[in-house]
């Protein structure tokens, strides 16, 4: 017989590894969910990055003022869609509680869709508006005139495609992601064509230009939550839950507990979505070349953010269902394996955009052309400051999604007005106009507050980690 002292280091080697098989199993399954919602993210910015695509084929003219209207369309979006995406946490919770919750599940989607029509009312009189609000914010009569242009056709879009967000909570609530995907890809591939065919006019259509991309992301939406309905209506898995059974019913108390939850999470949004905003407002301010420019880069970025942000649900659902359960340590798996796996991508994503600008440029304006040449010039500089706060960014990401996923949504909030707007903006606009560092100083701004907030949101989770760890 072995020594006693032999016999023990066997039994912490298996308690080592079942922990090592548990958060294994924990990054399968969170791999499994994220893989379709990272693509659906990509898949949704895929939207907007082919619309600036067959702008920047306008011209550097059309790509700034094209900016402008999807800088101002996105953050009233942000807002009205991390509004009704508190549906997603309280789902999560729900089901996490009784897979078989179906009157709860109706519920919660109702009042989703009650809030995007009830969002959408004030944030249809502002877009209506666009040309008087950014001549307010300094931008050319000029750019102004044609960014409002566009605008007339793509606010319509913001309605379905909230309804879309409602509808997609249920599915990745319920782990069942993968339709998603399906629904966001056929949308892709719509956009691409009626923008192609109403942008420049082809197959004997009429040549809309700006107007043409708005109409285009309008059919698309629309297509995306005809998409969704249709799935979760005619499915067998999906049907019984009857989502669109007696929507005209009020349930006040339903929707005054989702908007208690969803206002932080559209405040969270909106701070760190207007930090973009507001440079791009002191780009277009600088010149029409570092506005345009700045475009390229920060959709590079921005489709690097989508992976993170895949996370950052993937995050929000896992911790919310093992909450649901009581499952506390699950609870800390779930989070910790979606933080590395999205700053662990955005690593990468840094690396790429250090190692290989040119190339990831060239696929926004031609780099071939001498007009050109500034902007791509300029671009290269911006692409590597992004790549600076890649992991910062993705740490903020993920980190605000496993708060969401323990309804922790208003100390976020609190925590991003601090880091965005006390430090962030105002840093990069002293460096821009008091320092003179132009459009560098505005990106630098921008991975100030960025890692500030990254910092801030890592620290909170810790502190649960701490608070539910020892009884376990």
């Not at 109702?110 to 609000?133: D, F, K, T």
């Not at 006019?201 to 230009?209: Q, T």
């Not at 990069?428 to 500030?452: E, I, R």
């Amino acid at each position: 017989m072995k020594p006693a002292s032999r016999r023990r280091p066997s039994i912490g080697h298996a308690a080592n590894t079942e922990t090592a098989r548990a958060w294994a199993d924990e990054a399968r399954a969170s791999l499994r969910l994220g893989w379709p919602l990272i693509l659906t993210n990509l898949a949704q910015i895929a939207l907007l990055t082919t619309d600036l695509i067959y702008m920047g084929r306008l011209g550097a003219d059309q790509l700034a003022a094209g900016s402008l209207a999807v800088s101002l369309y996105h953050t009233l979006m942000i807002f009205s869609m991390g509004l009704v995406s508190a549906t997603m946490p309280m789902l999560a919770a729900t089901l996490g509680r009784r897979r078989s919750a179906v009157r709860e599940v109706r519920r919660t989607v109702r009042q989703g869709l009650w809030s995007a029509l009830l969002i959408c009312l004030p944030m249809w009189l502002i877009l209506w508006h666009a040309e008087a609000v950014l001549l307010l914010m300094g931008q050319r009569p000029a750019m102004a005139a044609d960014a409002a242009g566009l605008m007339r056709t793509l606010q319509w879009a913001l309605l379905p495609y909230l309804g879309y967000i409602v509808l997609r909570s249920v599915l990745a609530a319920l782990e069942r992601p993968a339709w998603t995907l399906l629904v966001a890809g056929a949308a892709i591939a719509l956009n691409a064509l009626v923008g192609w065919l109403l942008i420049f006019g082809h197959w004997g259509f009429p040549a809309l230009g700006l107007q043409g991309a708005g109409i285009a992301s309008t059919c698309s939406s629309i297509a995306m939550f005809l998409g969704m309905a249709t799935v979760l209506t005619r499915h067998r898995r999906f049907r019984r839950y009857h989502l669109f059974g007696r929507l005209w019913l009020a349930d006040f108390k339903r929707l005054a507990e989702l908007w208690r939850l969803g206002i932080p999470i559209a405040v969270t949004f909106t701070l760190e979505t207007l930090v973009f905003y507001a440079a791009v407002m002191m780009m277009g301010m600088i010149g029409k070349t570092a506005l345009a420019a700045h475009a390229i880069a920060m959709q590079i970025a921005s489709i690097s953010f989508m992976v993170p942000l895949g996370f950052g649900q993937v995050a929000t659902i896992r911790v919310g269902l093992a909450a649901g359960r009581r499952q506390w340590l699950g609870l800390l798996r779930a989070g910790w394996t979606s933080y590395a796996m999205g700053v662990g991508f955005m690593g990468i994503a840094a690396l790429t955009m250090w190692l290989f600008p040119h190339a990831i440029i060239g696929l926004f304006i031609d780099t071939r052309l001498p007009s050109n040449k500034d902007v791509v010039e300029l671009a290269i500089q911006f692409l590597a400051l992004a790549a600076l706060f890649q992991l910062a960014d993705g740490a903020q990401a993920v980190g605000a999604g496993m708060l969401r996923g323990l309804h922790d949504t208003r100390v976020p909030m609190m925590l991003a007005a601090v880091g965005y707007w006390v430090l962030g903006v105002p840093f990069g606009a002293f460096l821009a106009f008091g320092l003179g560092w132009g459009g560098k100083g505005v990106w630098v701004g921008l991975a100030t507050g960025l890692s500030l907030v990254a910092v801030l949101l890592t620290a909170r989770w810790v502190r649960h980690s701490r608070r539910l760890g020892p009884g376990q």
